[in-house]
């Protein structure tokens, strides 16, 4: 079997994510493999009303969107290193 070094998750936060993650740390403690994680969200500038919107609101928008990502991710229980218990 071939040597899996580094997996990578991309997680939207949402139900699904969770599960995803879940499978994810267990295929990186089985192989010892590093974990990164891709959180995904919405590109506001994608948004219908986004190119008749004014720049700064785009930029506070962004900002929101991070910070509201950013806290379940660091809510997220550490990961256990590879071979410890």
């Known amino acids: ?5 580094n997996i990578l998750v991309a997680i939207d936060l949402g139900e699904s994510s969770a599960q995803a993650l879940v499978e994810a740390r267990a295929l990186a403690g089985r192989f010892g493999s590093a974990l990164h994680l891709l959180c995904v969200v919405q590109d506001p500038a994608a948004l219908s009303w986004a190119p008749d919107a004014e720049t700064g609101m785009l930029s506070t928008l ?3 969107m991070q910070q509201d990502a950013r806290a ?3 809510a ?6 590879a071979g410890r218990s």
């Open 1 to 5: 079997m071939e040597n899996v070094r």
């Open 76 to 81: 997220l229980p550490p990961a256990r290193a």
């Open 72 to 74: 379940p991710l660091e």
């Open 62 to 64: 962004v900002s929101q």
